[in-house]
């Protein structure tokens, strides 16, 4: 049992390691996923829309479905980035 001493002079550094993160933390680590997901989305863009006219010129997909992954691929990595963005500024206010 945990000695009554730790209610009044607080928590060791091994005691505080076994609560889970704090809200706040999580919507860091959520932020800084979602920005990097983005980011990473975002270098890999060309390559990403080559491949699905690649494949629409191969008639692995159709010309429809090529272009809304490309629609989807333009548009939602700046949204992806946005968000994390978004979520990191909602941490860092009090």
């Known amino acids: 049992m945990i000695c009554s001493c730790f ?12 609560y889970p993160m704090n809200q706040r933390e999580a919507l860091l680590l959520a932020g800084l996923a979602l920005i990097g997901a983005g980011v990473w989305l975002r270098w890999r863009l060309s390559w990403y829309c080559s491949d699905a006219e690649e494949a629409a010129k191969d008639g692995k ?13 333009t548009w ?4 992806l980035t946005m968000a994390g963005l978004l979520l990191l500024i909602f941490a860092a206010l009090p």
């Open 7 to 18: 209610i009044v002079f607080g928590l060791t550094d091994w005691e505080k390691s076994c």
């Open 61 to 73: 997909i159709t010309t429809a479905a090529a272009r809304r992954r490309i629609q989807w691929l």
């Open 76 to 79: 939602g990595t700046p949204a």
